[in-house]
């Protein structure tokens, strides 16, 4: 190949190289127009998963614990909980957000560029009642568990030390509250767990 031909054919990938980045990055420009990708959707989701597990310690610890505590301390310790509650969210719900507003747009633009094509796209965000918005719907799932998956991993060094606290708190105003009775069924309960069955006794041969 001479050099009029290698340069023709530089000068050709080159533009074919400029066309797709171009498309790729209109593709990603109509993502972004998505509610899924807009900033109030993503805020909604980052509150949903730095309540999650708040809602979890909630119904599962807290709430059968109180029947340790003697109802003229109940109301005192539930306060006090809410209290716990607030401070937590009040710290965590603006670091999942950061996170959120970082990772969720990457992480809704991967899935949909895999799903979609640019005409489907622009369907999408042209017509709402379509055929098109259906396959969309369909894949919200998929969706929210990237951006949870993403946003949770890139959270959770900061949110994780300050859900121990709450959980610690918790525990130590449910302790108080019931007068230790919590620490003792705790105690009782991983006794319980972490003792060996008995081993049975070897049977004795039959006599002969």
Do not use: C
Not at 48 to 63: E, K, N, S
Not at 168 to 174: A, C, G, P, Q, S
Request: proline share 7%; charged share 25%; net charge positive.
């Amino acid at each position: 190949m001479n050099f009029t031909k290698m340069a023709w054919a530089a000068a050709v990938a080159t533009s074919l190289a400029a066309a797709s980045f171009s498309a790729h990055a209109d593709k990603r420009e109509q993502i972004l127009r998505l509610p899924i990708a807009q900033k109030q959707a993503l805020d909604g989701l980052a509150t949903d998963i730095t309540q999650a597990p708040a809602r979890q310690l909630m119904g599962q610890f807290v709430q059968p614990a109180m029947g340790l505590v003697p109802p003229d301390k109940r109301e005192a310790a539930a306060q006090q909980i809410d209290a716990e509650l607030q401070k937590y969210q009040d710290a965590a719900v603006p670091l999942v957000k950061s996170s959120a507003t970082k990772v969720g747009p990457q992480a809704v633009v991967g899935v949909l560029e895999d799903k979609f094509s640019e005409e489907e796209l622009k369907q999408l965000g042209a017509m709402l009642d379509s055929p098109i918005l259906k396959k969309y719907q369909g894949i919200i799932p998929e969706l929210q568990k990237t951006l949870i998956e993403k946003v949770s991993n890139d959270a959770r060094p900061q949110v994780d030390p300050k859900l121990q606290a709450l959980q610690e708190n918790v525990r130590k105003i449910l302790d108080g509250a019931s007068g230790g009775k919590l620490s003792q069924a705790m105690g009782a309960q991983g006794g319980a767990q972490g003792e060996a069955p008995a081993a049975k006794p070897a049977a004795k041969p039959a006599k002969k």
